[in-house]
């Protein structure tokens, strides 16, 4: 069973930047399509960037031009690059396939708050 490890979030002023990892016990990152994922406080996770294996990307239209999706296959790493950084961005955040097959890892908070 692949394990997924996320990382990089914190608190953060609005407009600011932060790059989250994903990294995974195994590779997989270059076969299957691979999201980013967040749960706001109260609200239902959602898919907010995908990167298929061919490096296309599509994202949310609330994170658009802000978020950056990218993965180093050497690394098994997924990244998220955050930049213009709004209250609503605060959420836990997660990786995972595009399908959410795998087990969740335990997230990284961040927290957007000035």
């Known amino acids: 069973q692949v394990q997924l490890v996320e990382s990089g979030g914190g608190l953060v002023q609005p407009g600011g930047s932060l790059r989250l990892s994903c990294v995974a016990s195994r590779s997989i990152f270059g076969l299957n399509d691979m999201g980013w994922y967040r749960q706001p406080p109260g609200k239902q996770r959602e898919l907010v960037a995908k990167l298929t294996p061919g490096m296309s990307t599509s994202y949310t239209d609330s994170v658009k031009g802000r978020f950056t999706i990218s993965r180093d296959n050497a690394k098994n790493t997924l990244y998220l690059q955050m930049n213009g950084l709004k209250l609503e961005d605060t959420a836990v955040y997660y990786c995972?396939?595009?399908?959410?097959?795998?087990?969740w890892g335990q997230g990284t908070q961040v927290t957007v708050s000035s």
């Open positions: 995972n396939n595009a399908w959410a097959t795998i087990a």
